[in-house]
């Protein structure tokens, strides 16, 4: 396995919309080596999510997860998402209802942003072994997936925020945003 480099905004690749991948070419050496690879330089970096196109591959795939262990037809804990490889995904939103949460991404370092998504939705993909998937997710999953699948559009999390006023460094969000959300937090709690 190896770490790849990431692609970084400005790239002409980020913006560009991915191929999909030929179902029969899913189980070829070439794919599951990138999807091993993805997986290390999504590790690497402390991501939780990584598309084709940020590491120089037009192919309508992401890897995903905080842990290992066995991906099943609905996701929806936020610390229990496993490692999952997600190929030509199609996603429909479930409901109306959304959220508005902190996004960061691989490709634009060190910016974070709030960005408002479905809250709940079904995606139905191939996984890395070429059978077909349908999975329901909610929560953290929900959001990452939707963001991964935006890199295959070509899209960036801030092309989906609804103003840049959140739009901050890490330094700054940590100084700043995260002390305003624990306040937040207690006083909802009172």
């Given at each position: 396995?190896?770490i790849?480099?990431v692609a970084?905004m400005?790239?002409?690749?980020?913006?560009?919309?991915?191929?999909?991948?030929?179902?029969?070419?899913?189980?070829?050496?070439?794919?599951?080596?990138?999807?091993?690879?993805?997986?290390?330089t999504?590790t690497?970096y402390s991501?939780?999510g990584?598309?084709?196109?940020?590491v120089h591959?037009?192919?309508?795939?992401?890897?995903?997860?905080v842990?290992d262990?066995?991906?099943t037809?609905?996701?929806?804990?936020d610390?229990?998402?496993?490692?999952?490889?997600v190929?030509?995904?199609?996603?429909?939103a479930v409901?109306?209802?959304?959220?508005?949460?902190?996004?960061?991404?691989?490709?634009?370092?060190?910016?974070r942003?709030?960005?408002v998504?479905?809250?709940?939705?079904?995606?139905?993909a191939?996984?890395r072994t070429?059978?077909r998937?349908?999975?329901?997710?909610?929560?953290?999953?929900?959001?990452v997936?939707?963001?991964e699948?935006?890199?295959?559009?070509?899209?960036?999390?801030?092309?989906r925020?609804?103003?840049l006023d959140?739009?901050?460094?890490?330094d700054?969000?940590?100084?700043?945003?995260?002390?305003h959300?624990?306040?937040?937090?207690?006083?909802?709690e009172?």
């Amino acid at each position: 396995m190896a770490i790849l480099k990431v692609a970084r905004m400005g790239h002409p690749i980020l913006r560009t919309i991915a191929k999909p991948i030929p179902p029969a070419e899913i189980a070829s050496s070439r794919i599951q080596r990138l999807i091993d690879d993805m997986f290390e330089t999504m590790t690497e970096y402390s991501g939780i999510g990584l598309a084709g196109p940020q590491v120089h591959e037009s192919w309508r795939i992401f890897v995903a997860g905080v842990r290992d262990g066995e991906v099943t037809n609905a996701v929806g804990d936020d610390r229990e998402m496993p490692f999952m490889a997600v190929i030509n995904p199609e996603i429909t939103a479930v409901g109306s209802a959304t959220d508005e949460d902190w996004e960061g991404c691989l490709s634009v370092p060190d910016i974070r942003g709030r960005v408002v998504r479905p809250s709940a939705i079904e995606v139905a993909a191939y996984d890395r072994t070429g059978r077909r998937i349908r999975l329901a997710a909610s929560g953290l999953p929900a959001r990452v997936i939707q963001h991964e699948t935006d890199h295959l559009d070509g899209i960036l999390f801030f092309d989906r925020m609804k103003s840049l006023d959140t739009l901050t460094y890490m330094d700054e969000y940590r100084r700043h945003w995260v002390k305003h959300e624990e306040e937040s937090e207690e006083s909802d709690e009172s």
